[in-house]
């Protein structure tokens, strides 16, 4: 095979390749579990922090149980897309997970 256009042919190999990692990435990052999502709502009251809400779902929440107040704050953090700094409002909507 002989190539006659070497420009023409990298590109296309670039425009292939650019093609194929969108692909990974779109897949990569969608989940296509059948199962159903297992989340729990909370509002904040009056006093709680992410701390206190932390401790409670490690003793109430099975989910939770075993692991570390600050790895559970963490995912507390994740789930909800908040801040590192962040201070909870009253009647403040948290979704944790459940099992």
Do not use: C
């Not at 390749?17 to 009251?45: P, Q, R």
């Not at 994740?78 to 403040?92: A, F, I, R, W």
Request: charged letters at 25%; a positive charge.
């Amino acid at each position: 095979m002989k190539i006659v256009n070497r420009k023409k042919f990298i590109r296309m190999i670039a425009i292939i390749l650019g093609m194929l990692l969108i692909t990974f990435f779109y897949f990569s990052n969608n989940s296509f579990s059948k199962g159903e999502a297992k989340i729990k709502t909370l509002y904040v009251s009056s006093g709680d922090t992410l701390w206190t809400i932390a401790e409670e779902e490690q003793e109430t929440n099975s989910y939770y149980q075993e692991k570390d107040v600050r790895s559970i704050i963490h995912e507390i953090k994740k789930l909800n897309h908040l801040p590192n700094n962040t201070n909870l409002t009253v009647g403040q909507k948290l979704i944790l997970n459940r099992e």
